[in-house]
């Protein structure tokens, strides 16, 4: 059995930094009984009967929000969603004053997306309820980190070891920010590129290697992790143009060459084609991208399972 | 815990489980539709050899399947910490099968019951019986056996430990004393 521990420490999952390797794996571990689930006639499990989960999501997320709503609900927890659009928020409410009337509700579990780094934490030491950051601001998005870690582990069988590349907008992603922590801590050896206008000062310090041209970055990997270019940050585009971005860093099949044979491609999505990444290599044979999606729901059931039971520190 | 009886050791938990596949054989009038499926942990070992002693006497294979029972349990939000959680591999539909369910100790019933519970998320069998290797007693639900081992009257203070070559290096029963 390759899982030491059977329990998280904390009754929150407010990112990858504070978790241990052990941690990790146990999740990862987890997430595998998990994704046969979503493989049965009836996909679903009375794990969580009875408790009851509440998305809370300041910032707009399509994918993120719909993972854990499938998760929560293959788990049987009764789930209620919560957006800030059209509600007391948009009135003037603080989150924490949100927060506090959404707990004299008596929820389980409250996951959180908000645009401020922190905020999680802010409820985690607040409230009694269990807090999973499902992204805050551009501090972590611990899910996104362990879904990409199990679908690397399943393709590749292992993460010691592992080259990734992780290529883009390293400067303003929180899903940089996770991998970054969670593949050092289980001793990938990683490589960031991206403009140097992208690319946080000093961010070798977090055991990384910077490279600024994308062959450099291909060559030799075997994971290579595509980030979206923002586009809603147009405005203040930290390059010339969309176009001399594709030029200069988009992923196509002539610069795939450089990567290993059984390289695989990922990203976060949402996808923007013809900008970070070329069609030809989204649908490609080196794509798992639809994977990456599949894995997240079984990465989010094994997060909801470890923390709604009993806490052994209770 | 104090070990305050070995109940049995390798040569008679075999003969047991030899027993156990001639009945379970006996009962369906061969082994048309049959299907073995271990709870895991100790159950699955014990299926596997069940499953192997009929294919050694009626010369063909009996599917074989592995159910975790874990997410079923009654107890799930009471207990720290978590179990751990495996997948479910059973190897064909079970629709209009036999299923015989496979366990190390048959005790209080309510893994049993969370056994049928998991498995009805999977299909429709004809039939499910339950194989046991110990009978232990103390049932707290209306759940019986069809093919038992070793019949074993104890009180609620014992603990019995079937220890199983593949996973814990050797094969035993033991009766151990809290």
């Known amino acids: ?314 | 815990m104090n070990v305050k009886k070995r109940l049995l050791d390798g040569a008679r938990m075999n003969r047991a489980i030899r027993r156990m596949a001639i009945e379970t054989v006996e009962k369906n009038r061969g082994t048309k539709d049959l299907i073995i499926v271990g709870i895991r942990s100790r159950g699955v070992p014990i299926g596997e050899r069940i499953a192997k002693e009929i294919e050694e006497m009626e010369g063909h294979p009996v599917p074989f399947g592995i159910l975790d029972i874990t997410l079923y349990r009654d107890d799930l939000t009471t207990i720290a910490p978590q179990p751990v959680v495996k997948p479910t591999k059973l190897p064909e539909p079970i629709d209009d099968k036999i299923v015989v369910l496979v366990d190390d100790v048959l005790y209080t019933g309510r893994t049993v019951r969370a056994a049928l519970d998991a498995l009805i998320d999977f299909g429709r069998p004809r039939a499910v019986m339950l194989a046991v290797l110990i009978d232990r007693g103390h049932r707290e639900l209306p759940i019986h056996a069809d093919v038992i081992g070793k019949t074993v009257p104890t009180d609620a203070d014992e603990v019995i430990k079937v220890r199983m070559a593949e996973l814990d290096g050797e094969d035993e029963v033991l009766i151990m004393e809290k």
């Open chain 1, 1 to 314: 059995m390759r899982t030491q521990i059977s329990s998280l420490k904390s009754k929150d999952l407010l990112g990858i930094e504070p978790l241990t390797s052990e941690e990790i794996t146990l999740i990862l571990d987890t997430a595998e009984g998990f994704k046969e689930v979503s493989e049965r006639p009836v996909k679903k499990v009375p794990a969580l009967r009875g408790q009851l989960v509440i998305n809370l999501f300041m910032e707009a997320s399509t994918r993120t929000r719909v993972s854990f709503e499938i998760a929560e609900k293959r788990l049987s927890a009764d789930t209620l969603n919560f957006a800030a659009s059209g509600s007391s928020v948009e009135k003037g409410e603080t989150l924490i004053d949100t927060a506090e009337n959404l707990m004299a509700m008596a929820p389980d579990m409250i996951v959180i997306r908000d645009k401020h780094p922190g905020a999680p934490k802010m409820l985690a030491d607040r409230l009694p309820a269990s807090i999973i950051n499902a992204g805050d601001g551009a501090h972590e998005h611990p899910t996104q980190a362990l879904l990409d870690a199990f679908t690397i582990r399943e393709r590749l069988g292992r993460l010691h070891g592992v080259n990734v590349s992780i290529i883009g907008d390293i400067a303003h992603s929180r899903v940089v920010r996770s991998n970054i922590h969670l593949l050092t801590k289980m001793k990938a050896s990683v490589t960031v590129a991206g403009p140097p206008t992208l690319i946080p000062a000093e961010i070798e310090r977090l055991g990384v290697r910077v490279v600024h041209a994308i062959d450099e970055a291909i060559e030799g990997a075997d994971v290579i992790m595509m980030l979206r270019i923002q586009l809603e940050r147009q405005g203040k585009l930290s390059f010339p143009s969309l176009r001399e971005y594709y030029n200069t860093f988009g992923l196509t099949p002539q610069r795939l060459r450089r990567a290993k044979e059984s390289v695989i491609v990922m990203h976060p999505g949402p996808m923007n084609r013809g900008v970070e990444i070329a069609s030809d290599v989204a649908d490609g044979p080196w794509s798992v991208i639809l994977e990456q999606v599949t894995n997240g729901v079984a990465v989010r059931m094994a997060v909801l399972y470890l923390l709604g039971g009993a806490h052994a520190a209770e």
